[in-house]
């Protein structure tokens, strides 16, 4: 590796400067898992049992388990380097910037576990990728059926009107104030 390419390496964790890979890696993941989800549950929204419908939701626990598996993966890693990562500003735009990502945060972590408490108290049982976690249960939990559903989907919509004011205020960075947050989660280093 030449000395030019050493400066431009993208290290592996974070810095003051930018994200390391492994916060982009599960940024991008999480994101792209997201994407998937959402489309899905549009879909399902929109059209009702349709062939298209149910490749999207077919794939909804196992998707949702990876995403939680991730998820907590990100917020250790985010705990792990927050003395070193970007940060966010100062006073109100940097205050709402870490109340943002707290929302959003907080957000991601309860959607999965509101699905896994009605995982655990329902009827069928939870075995994602054929590997049981939790029994049915005979008879249902109604209380944790019934709160893990009022919270789940209501939740994840709330994490979506989030993640669309995450993805505002990327644009607010880059097109009006040029600070170069995009660059230091998806670009290169700044020159």
């Known amino acids: 590796m030449t000395q030019t390419q050493m400066k431009t ?4 964790r974070d810095t003051p400067q930018l994200y390391g890979r492994i ?5 991008w993941s999480i994101a ?3 994407l998937w989800q ?7 929204l929109a059209l009702g049992r349709q062939p298209i419908v149910a490749f999207f939701v077919g794939s909804h626990q196992k998707v949702g388990t990876v995403l939680f598996v991730l998820i907590v993966l990100r917020v250790v890693w ?3 380097n927050r003395r070193n990562r970007p940060h966010h500003g100062d006073g109100v735009v940097g205050l709402a910037a ?3 990502h707290l929302a959003l945060y907080g957000a991601m972590i309860l959607v999965p576990l ?14 994602p990728f054929g590997f049981p976690i939790f029994a049915p249960q005979q008879p249902p939990i109604g209380w944790m059926v019934q709160f893990g559903e009022l919270l789940h989907g209501e939740l994840a919509w709330v994490t979506l009107a989030l993640i669309a004011g995450h993805v505002l205020m990327v644009g607010v960075h880059e097109g009006m104030w040029r600070d170069g947050t995009l660059t230091r989660m998806a670009g290169r280093r700044r020159a």
């Open 23 to 27: 916060t982009r890696l599960l940024h």
């Open 114 to 127: 509101s699905a896994l408490m009605r995982a655990y108290g329902g009827e069928r049982g939870f075995a």
């Open 98 to 100: 870490r109340l943002g």
């Open 78 to 80: 985010a705990l792990t």
């Open 32 to 34: 792209a898992l997201m």
């Open 9 to 12: 390496a993208l290290p592996l």
């Open 38 to 44: 959402f489309v899905g549950m549009g879909l399902k």
